[in-house]
């Protein structure tokens, strides 16, 4: 899947470092498309709302707070990977790089 046009920065980079991670696990498919750019869409609004000294800590709870539950529906916690039966430590350095892009 390629990164979707006209989205901001930050969730262009989330996108490229997770999108291959979650495809590898087996948590990211086609269908899964507009549940993965709301999840890319969350993180820029919190690493802007974090970052913003004028922000109010409610919201960056809460934004903290959807991240968490958002991010656990395509594995990216090791709780959620052990829920999804998901375990990177039976996959070989072969694999792990490939997850990671290194190969």
């Known amino acids: 899947m390629r990164v979707p046009k006209d ?6 980079d989330y996108w490229r470092r997770n999108a291959p ?4 696990m087996g948590t990211l498919r086609d269908q899964d498309y507009s549940a993965f750019l709301a999840l ?3 993180w820029a609004a919190y690493i802007r709302t974090a970052t913003d000294p004028n922000a109010h800590p409610n919201s960056i709870v809460a934004l903290n707070n959807r991240l968490v539950v958002q ?3 395509f594995g990216l916690d090791p709780y959620s990977r052990k829920k999804l039966g998901i375990d990177l430590d039976k996959r070989d350095e ?5 997850l990671l892009g290194l190969n």
């Open 7 to 12: 989205i901001p920065d930050e969730a262009a």
């Open 21 to 24: 991670l979650c495809s590898a």
């Open 40 to 42: 890319c869409l969350t």
């Open 71 to 73: 991010q656990g529906r």
């Open 94 to 98: 072969n694999d792990l790089d490939a």
